[in-house]
């Protein structure tokens, strides 16, 4: 949460940042050297994820043929199937 902090000050001894906030009263943060947060090194950067090896296509099991040739002729068969059923349902209705 951000608050406006009106005055910034140290004291005599310069051991300690005092601050005052309207609403939220007086902050004083050490200064000391023991106090200072000391820079921490950023991790090495990791390594890119390398891919995982692409399987190789395996065939059917059943048939030992690819599956796009399966696939092909059933596709085409449903597809004929589906001219047919509009052909015939557009002409029932004339």
Do not use: C, I
């Not at 000050?9 to 601050?19: A, F, R, Y």
Request: charged share 15%; net charge positive.
């Amino acid at each position: 949460m951000a608050v406006p902090a009106y005055e910034l000050n140290t004291n005599p001894q310069g051991t300690k940042l005092v601050l005052t906030t309207h609403g939220r009263g007086v902050w004083a943060l050490d200064l000391t050297a023991a106090a200072v947060a000391r820079p921490v090194p950023a991790p090495p950067p990791a390594a890119a994820p390398q891919p995982r090896p692409r399987a190789p296509r395996a065939p059917l099991p059943a048939t030992g043929s690819p599956a796009w040739l399966v696939a092909a002729p059933l596709f085409a068969v449903a597809v004929l199937a589906l001219r047919r059923s509009r052909r015939t349902g557009s002409s029932a209705t004339d």
